[in-house]
């Protein structure tokens, strides 16, 4: 077995069984670093003495007969907007370029507490605002599978690294689809836990010290290269913080053995005005043959009663309510881009026009007022309501991640061109994430196939509540 992409579960074990020692994992990791982090750039600040001791003692305890956890020993990375104690956290953003946090989120010290050693940050987009990675801190990540394409964002150094065989296991954090966007790009697993179930406590935004804006979208979740590392990762994070008191201490839910046979499956290729490119649609239609021919019951629909494009719009309020406030206070707008770029796109660009929901429901956010903002969170209960009773009828829902794969490299908000028709880019990349988060849906995203060019295509597998784990521990159920 090749170390570097060993899953974590598989390391973890290797470990324990004294197959392979924490610094020879922790080594082979540096090396494939050294190797090919150069072009990819995946890998933004290296805790390489640090890590090296703490491994030296991993090995040492395990020869005295202590095991420290589930991950006793096994060399992780963390998105470098989750602050980690004594580790350089920047964000991707200048202000912070040697800002040392005095305490790890909480997160990152659950992950330590279960025996991971953190040894490197992964390099995100400026202040997660983007869904190509790139900063002036720490330059540009490029896609391991092609190197002219990008990785996505604003996790994409998160799932480059593990794609690359950096690391087995890196939290991200998902705001607008900054988890599943990347681990779409680059083939990797992702998961986005159901609002309220893993802490943020010691994301960044917002500016470390500052008040709390960001409380209705932002979830962080694990990227790796098994739907049993995100089992185990969210087991560990998830759980109320006295840190963050609006997480709730509720227990979580225990994998069932449901029949694949039993199991109500609903799926779509999408809404009218997105239309998936074709390789992303002839995966998608080969993934749902392989469970029909499985014995599942499957049908093609949509949520019932829920407007895409309205909920869209909803999500564009919000977004910019909550980050524009968050930004203001960062003295920059990156806030702002979401809600501005989101709503020219509708009122301007075929086939966003106005007069769509997503145009008329511009004026919830600019102005802003605390009124408007009321009615934009009355809004989300409705759209979180419909998604719940179309959710009542099926054990998941599975839709795409982005309308293509991993596109070349480009400007900021530039036209997506996709089967040859162009498209606005925050819709291209989000459209099929964004809604999520306003709904608070648990989501994960798997690998399903490439495309014709050889990039990575992957699904969103949308849950209820908190019940994933009972239908989706077989990955292979969709990549047959």
Known sequence: MDLVFATASQLAQMIRDKEVSAVEILDAYLEQIAKHNGK??????????????RAKEADEALARGENWGLLHGVPITIKDTIETAGLLTTAGYQPLKNYLPQQD???????????????????????AGDYQTNNSVFGRTNNPWDLSCTVGGS???????????????????????????????????????????VT????????????????????????ARSIKDLQLCFSLIAGADI??????????????????????????????????????RSCLQTAINSLSNAGCYIEQCNPTDLD?????????????????????????????????????AARTQTPFKSGTPLAKKGNLAFPPSLAKYNTVLTHRDRIMTQMDRFMNDWDAWICPVSITPAFPHCDFASSIEVDGIKYPYLLACGGYTMPLNLTGSPVVVIPIGQSKSGLPIGVQIVGKDGRMWSYWRSPKRLMK
């Open 200 to 223: 943020t406590t010691g994301h960044i935004p917002e500016l470390p010290g500052k008040p709390k804006h960001i409380r209705h979208l932002l979830r962080i979740g694990p990227l």
């Open 40 to 53: 990819i750039k995946a890998i933004a600040t290296l805790d390489t003495e640090k890590a090296k001791q």
């Open 155 to 197: 996790s994409g150094g998160s799932a480059g690294a593990i794609a690359a065989g950096f690391s087995p296991l890196d939290l991200g954090s998902d705001v607008s689809g900054s988890i599943r966007h990347p681990a779409h790009c680059c083939g990797v697993y992702g998961l986005m836990p159901t609002d309220r179930r």
């Open 308 to 344: 895409w494009s309205k909920a869209l719009a909803i999500y564009s309020a919000m977004a910019s309510y909550e980050l524009f406030t968050s930004a203001s206070r960062l003295g920059i707008l990156s806030g702002m881009w979401m809600g501005i770029t989101t709503e020219f």
């Open 105 to 127: 989120a909480t997160v990152a010290a659950r992950l330590k507490a279960a025996g991971a050693i953190v040894f490197a940050k992964t390099n995100p987009a400026k202040l």
């Open 243 to 280: 840190r963050q008191p609006e997480i709730p201490p509720v227990a979580l839910d225990r994998p069932t053995d449901k029949k694949l046979t039993d199991l109500r499956i609903a799926w779509t290729y999408g809404v009218d005005f997105l239309p998936v490119s074709k390789d992303t």
